[in-house]
């Protein structure tokens, strides 16, 4: 009989030989910041909007943003790349080891950081850990008046108040795609899903796919671009590569 | 003041009126968990037992068992496709409410017995493709009537027979008893 | 039972046990049983719990983007980008994205309602996110409605019914076109604030004397190696947006060749701007100066005669007017001048000031440098779309201006607006809300509780885009001839009415004329009747036996296109044999501040109502929920202005207060405000909120008919008050404010 | 003999010299029992004056708002309520959660590992401080349960065999703190007790009515026979061995909750120690004060706590202070010197940004004022001097903690991000828990006596003035 220790949920790999199994490539260099990608996240994930208070006190439950900075002063003054930040779902996550209630845990199958929300009590110390600081919490119960719920997603819970969330690339698309795969006796193949952002992206400067199959397109783009990985050197394994442009 | 009060209590009336309230908030309890356990209301007394027993296969209803991930109610016309030929149906008192939905247009509003919670993401058709039967969860329709859930869907009851599927099979195990396979 | 202790208190006890023994147990009977509800009919193409897919169109903007919805029991889900639909190839903006919050938003019109003009449709002064919003109940049936149509149109002369609409050239646009042209009404008028600040008429009229052909020039970033965009902001609002971005994706990641090189002239750096590999700030009015400079630096470089178009200029005296050094000017000039796939795109700002046409025509003519007419990564002519049979553009603000007169002397006696909310998206200074007020009767059919509505005397909603059916003209984006297909891909939430289906109705209430010009029994069949000479036509992506198959593929298909086509080639004989001015611009108004104001690129005209686009970050400045003005932190420094002061903006018109944000990349002598927001009405999320920078403009037009929207000089005062506007970024890390002296 | 041949000047000298030592120390100013005790059950049984009533019905009132309404309202609409956001994700709870356990420290130090290094100013004061233990960590566990976004899930947190192979994960330091708090709470808890129950039997012979009854139960039936003493003696004796790693893991844990994440300013391997020398640094800072108030408004307290105490308290209070700062430094100058970019961000923030007066303000009361007061005895020895300097000790901590969690969180990897933290509603359930602090102490000083009677008695008996040659010493006698 299998026991909890064959779980392997919070099973660590720390070398170089790790290869996740999801994986974007975010080419910065054609990111135009337009949004797209924030308002598709949230509408198929059924993000709450949080209204102009909490918004401008750092609330906001976008699970990607897009970043940008200032190089230089007027007149030499330059916008930095623009930077879609969102879960990189590491292969050693910082997020999962923290959490006293196994409700940031690692997906052995999806090589992926899960984010329980049934199960999270809200300590937030996975926001903590997160270097990215791509995680948003619950801090209220959002208000969505009626009709406005009727848009939401069947496939993803609707979180209430004092959970911790983040992006989860879509995983209800994946579990789709891999349902239709096997109810039709093959595997996934490459481009056959994607995640809201990428689906939308008007600029596919978002790829996404299998990084562990070098013929994937995400697996291509990442070898021609050289790839980085943000914040690499804290041994977070980041499954998302960006080339910073020129 | 609280003196009073205690000698009061203590007298024989007190006790009585402790009793009482002691004897409500208990009976009361018991009646909110009785209620919580008890089928609700349907507004057919549909019989499971009496179409199974014609040998009406669950997939004949519920079809998106097989192909997605809800198995669904039928619809009035599936119902009716039988019903209108059996003369009972226009004179019997029990499927009153089917002929008059079906004639007025007005859907039937079922009560579904059998539920996860909303965190939870089920999936019909994997469990159908994995072999499962219906009855493995749903237990025996012919000896139900009235829908009736016969077990708690809760997370002991699925992981119980994920992990009994995986037995010693490790690569297997992770993946049905990953959190992200049905919570997300 | 003791006196001390009555029956009452028992059962107090008694139910407060019952609730703690509910609250305990995990919630009584009432939340945990859901009641479901099976089909009455199952389609068979659905199963429950699987999605169901439609294509259709997007109506968040004129440019006609193809959709698909998922669909789950009748709800819509998402909005995806319709990947067959040659426009925008499966893509959307966040526009198009958030149109589900317009579908469901709660503050809709839900069905016919009559009102004294003013009156509000929901309840006003309420907390937008936790308050109780009661709506106006609809206190009309659609016959009576209808009723009241009919008698519009007979009680009325033709010539005094006039209709107003959105920019978009859709199905609506040829009913009443159709019924116009049949019945002497008065042929619709089209406009949204979009246009204006495209200024489309600009656009075409200078194509028009350049090229000989009013249209829109399309310009192929894609194919081009060095762009120069003179304020064009291309990757937010500018036309066609996908389409644009989809060529700035080209330009940047051409395989075969190097990195394509951007550089924009503008005064207030743009997300275009910003992802330009050089940005020019240069002085506003000077832009057809520079680039007629640039033309003969260009010129020059390549040898050859001098052309008449850049023989005037004095390129180090233009370079010195426009702030900018001349050898900056002359690098930019030979690198136009080298590369082959060089591309000059005018727009923006530029083309609203009062030599905007002169700007528009000099920048064009920067391209026969390259002579990348009519080529890959050049100018050409945008497609006319199917059943089109040359461009027709929407109304000037100048038209609206001789509109809105005709309105205000009531030469019209009943209008008709759909689609477009004048009140808020024409300037001010047009004085619409007086000319509205001299219409006998106003009727609108919006979908929302918008301004004009609330000044109407009746509103008749519309459905909402993705409930309803239709078509949409592309004007521009692809090469393709492009028809875009709508469908419903829900019910009706609400008890609304398809317009055209209204004027169907009451035209047979009417009669006569009217009558038998609309010899439909619904809206459909004027739709079929519509596609209907498609089906003939070579070169189709699909093609269908029959008319049935015809029409069900166009829905399934989100439209119809020819699967080949090509631009437009422009007749270019005389571009450059002629004399261009480089005349600067006049500016009107007394300020020490040039204004530009940039469309919301989130917000755009209508979409200040969604929620979710309201609190998307602005892409420059990631403010949220509210409009801004930005200005160089130099110059705050100068007028002692911090961010989040409270200033006011006076223009020759009017004035508008908004809160500072210090923008490092702005002319010190510019400010720039965002247009999208500053609603009176429209429902809870866009209700006082913001400014309009509209209300700024004064009545007056370049030689094209555009609005002299970039063409203000505008003043600063400060009011002392303060005003939190919610921003996404940090100020401490990406502004070091607060952070102490390094 | 020697005795005898004094002359009459000498034994005046003798006379004065021992009076002296009698005004002086506790120790070897003894009383006859039965009146010691006496005024130990005067102090506690004495007739309310309205200023208690008065203080109790402030202070009740504080922790109803505070504790109760404004965390109903954080549990029924969540933390949007309070200060957080992102990226600081936590708040002043976490800064009260750490703050509080740190003044338990104190407890368990006078009472524990004085006791085992014998150190005999600990006497009177023990019991006080060892309530603090109890009393603070009761604060901790409550703010810790503020601060989850689903309180009502914490036993969640608890290992407990389900059929759902859940299990909390060990992995994480939230959980230890759980545990290491939970074990800190019961073992000190019994700790206190244990010493107490002489004291209740002495209270039970004492008090008629209510009282009596309530100390029979407590007293588990004590009678002091020789037996018990030395069951009592070992129990006392195994706890205060047991009890001081337990202390030392429960602030070290704290601090892996910071030092286990991968912050800058957070990460650091001298946490550990760091942490529990600013526990110890406020807890006597803490003890300080509340010595300084019970002498203040309690019966006889200035025959039990003299100005002896105050100055052992002091001289430890200003080694602590030289420890923590050493700590602080040490901890600094290697983040500064190793010189990644962020830290180095944040330490500027600490200094210059918009909270750097607490930066400085919090060097200033932890270094500065105790250096500057305490060297000098005669300072350290006045009780409202200490108690200022001590109360000025816990401010300073508490902005050293707020300048660890808030402070710190605002500052991270991704400078889009970076916000501060602007306290809303937890200012009230700060301001309840410090409310039921007290309140505690206040009910407790009714119901418990604060001095362990026989714990002076022993030391009374076991002191004693020797005289080796012309030197005046005091001698102490093994006792046990």
Redesign the interface.
Known sequence: MATVSDLNISEVKLSEEYVGKWGMFINQDVCTGCQACVAACSMENNIPFVGDEDSGYGRTMNWIRIERFWEGEYPEVKMTQNQPMMCQQCGHAPCEPVCPAFATVHSQTQQLNLQVYNRCVGTRYCANGCPYQVRSFNWRDYKRPEPLPNQFNPDVTVRRRGVMEKCTFCIQRIHQAEDKARSEGREVADGEFTTACAQVCPADAITFGRVDNPESLVSQLTKEYQGVRHLEELGTLPNISYFKGA | MIKRLFD?LKQP??LV?VG??FL??FS??V???A??Q?A?DQPIQFPHNKHVGFGIQCLYCH??AS????????????CWACHNQIARTQTSELLAPLKNAVES?T???????A?V???V?F?H??HI?AGKNCEDCHGDMTKVTVAENPQVF???FC??CH?KT???D?VL???L?????C?? | MSKNFSRRDFLKLAGVGTTATAVLTGCGPASRYVKREPYMQMPEYTYNGQSTYYATTCRECAAGCGLVVRTMQGRALKVEGNANHPLNLGKTCARGQATLHGLYNPNRVRGPIKHSRGERLYASDVDPFNGEFPDVAANLNWDDATQVVADALTKYKPNEIAFLMGTASDHLFDFVTDLAAATGLNAPVRFGALSMFEARATLSKASENLFGEASLPFFDLGGAEVVFSFGANFLETWLSPLAYTRGFVGLREGKTKLRGYLVQFEARMSQTGGKADEWIPIQPGTEALVALALGRLAFERRGGALPRAFADVDPKEAAEKAGVEFETLERLAFMFADKAGSLAIPGGAALGQSNGLEVAEAVLALNAIPDNFGKRGGVSLSALAPTQTEYHRPASPKEMEEFTAKLASGEIKALFIHGVNPLFELPKALDFQNALSKVEQVISFATFPDETAVAADYIFPDHHGLESWGYQRVFTGSALPILSGAQPVVSPFYDTRATVDVFLAAAQLAGGNFASATPFKDEVEFLQSKIAPLMNETGGHFSAVDAPTFDASFQQYGGWWKTEGAFGAPNTADVLNRDLSGAESQFVGEGEFYLVPFVSPTLAEAGANKPWLQELADPTTTVMWSTWVEINPHTAEELQIDNEDVVKIISEFGAVEVAVYKYPAIRPDTIAIPFGNGHSAYGRYAEGRGANPADLFSAEYNQAGDILFGGLKVKIEKTGKKLAIPRLESMMGVYHEGMGEE | MAEKNKSKAEHAHDEHTAEHFRQKHLMLDPLPRGQMNDMVMEAMTGKPTWKFWLTVVILGSIVVYGLGYSWYRLIAEGLGIAGVNRPAYWGIFLVNTVFWIGISHAGTFISAILRVFKAEFRRPFTRIAELMTTFGLVQAGFSIFMHLGRAWLSYWLVPYPNERMLWPNFHSPLSWDLLAITTYLLSSTMYLFLPLIPDLAMARDKSTGWRKNFYRILAIGFRGTEGEWTHLRNAMNIFAYAIIPVMFSVHTIVSWDFAAATRPGWNSTIYGPYFIIGALHSGMGAAAVVLAVVRGTMKHMDYFIRGEHFDAIGKLMLIISMGWAYFYFNDYIVQWYGGDKWTKQLLHFHEAGPLGWMWLAMLIVNIAIPWAILWNQKWRSNPWLISIVGILINVGMWFERYLIVPVSLAINRMPFTWRLYIPAVEVYLSLGTLALFILFYVIASKLIPFIPVWEVQEGQLAHKLSKFGRETVVTVSELE
């Open positions: 009061w009336l007190g009126a009482i309230v409500a908030v009361a309890a009646y909110g968990i209620l919580t008890k609700p079809p998106g192909k997605g991930p809800n198995a669904g109610l039928p619809s009035q016309a599936k247009g859907p039937i509003q079922w009560v579904p017995v539920q919670p909303d965190f993401q999936n058709r994997a493709a809760n997370m002991g992981l119980d992990v995986a037995g010693e490790k195990l992770n993946k008893a990953d959190c992200g396979t919570h997300y």
